[in-house]
């Protein structure tokens, strides 16, 4: 059995996602972290990062903890041979596509989101450099996805870990241009419309419901 400590955000989605699509037994556990509970030592002792997503496997009677919903996704998929190449060109193109997203898809819409959304000092400058780089780097993913149905020809992690923040990208950028990107919306279509991806997203959304039910 795998525990899975997650909360509803792009980063918390993956995880869910990815063990849906390999038919893995888990259990969900919500970490609130609007409450700071990411904080709590119980939860140090598995992130020492004090960050979602993380999981503990007790498989074969020991624990293995993974941090980081990279390492996470490249865990599991190693774990049971599905959506990764094990060796060869097409490995390694599809770990680029995943690094793509821990290095730039990420970090860019997380920081444009937080200093046109959340920041208590709106920054013209900081606004303007994010935006600007989010859809720069969704720019690049609409091209790559021009001609193919997957990032990495087959579907893949690095569908999968892509999948959510550009999801939430498109979406809160639509009105920048993110709109005219008619390969990478159709991307979104065709990840969104998997069975395994629909099933994930709406476990992690009941389970949030559920723990936090003043919010619903």
């Not at 556990?29 to 990062?49: E, R, T, V, W």
């Not at 190693?78 to 060796?87: C, I, M, N, V, Y």
Request: negative net charge; charged residues 25%; proline residues 6%.
């Amino acid at each position: 059995m795998i525990d899975l400590y997650t909360w509803q955000t792009p980063n918390g989605e993956k995880p869910v996602i990815m063990l849906e699509e390999c038919g893995l037994p888990y259990e969900l556990h919500m970490i609130d972290i609007s409450s700071g509970a990411q904080k709590a030592p119980d939860f140090l002792a598995i992130n020492p990062n004090g960050k979602i997503p993380a999981i503990v496997d007790r498989d074969g009677g020991g624990e293995q903890r993974v941090f980081e919903s990279g390492a996470i996704l490249l865990y599991l998929a190693e774990k049971t041979g599905l959506f990764l190449p094990a060796s060869g060109p097409a490995r390694v193109e599809a770990l680029g596509w995943t690094f793509f997203q821990v290095g730039n898809t990420g970090p860019m819409l997380g920081q444009w989101h937080h200093f046109a959304m959340f920041a208590d000092e709106k920054i013209p400058y900081a606004i303007k450099r994010y935006r600007d780089e989010s859809l720069r780097v969704l720019g690049v993913l609409d091209d790559r996805l021009k001609d193919r149905d997957y990032l990495a020809g087959e579907y893949s992690i690095a569908d999968i870990i892509n999948f959510g923040w550009v999801r939430s990208g498109v979406s809160g950028l639509k009105d920048e241009g993110a709109r005219d990107l008619t390969a990478l919306m159709g991307w979104i279509e065709r990840v969104g419309s998997r069975p395994a991806v629909k099933t994930a997203l709406k476990k992690l959304d009941q389970a949030q419901r559920d723990a936090k039910p003043d919010a619903a």
